[in-house]
């Protein structure tokens, strides 16, 4: 979102952009977990089945299991 025009410093500030970069590649890995239904309504009763089909949910977002 652009800054007002007349505010002091007008423009994104070169440590807000780091920030966004930073943030915007969170939103995106969280946008794609969200798109496995089994996470989104977490249908495992256990724990650790929960968590081990997360870990190969973030393998298949990076691209390491296809």
């Known amino acids: ?9 007008p423009g994104i ?3 807000d952009k780091e920030k966004y970069k930073t943030r915007n ?3 995106r890995f969280f946008g794609r ?3 496995h239904k089994r996470l ?9 089945t929960f ?3 997360f ?3 973030c393998l298949k977002v990076f ?3 296809c």
């Open 1 to 9: 979102i652009p800054r007002c025009k007349r505010a002091l410093y």
């Open 13 to 15: 500030q070169p440590k």
């Open 25 to 27: 590649a969170i939103e």
């Open 33 to 35: 977990i969200k798109e």
């Open 40 to 48: 989104a309504l977490r249908f495992d009763k256990l724990d650790i």
């Open 51 to 53: 968590f081990l089909y």
């Open 55 to 57: 870990a190969i949910a």
């Open 63 to 65: 691209k390491l299991l």
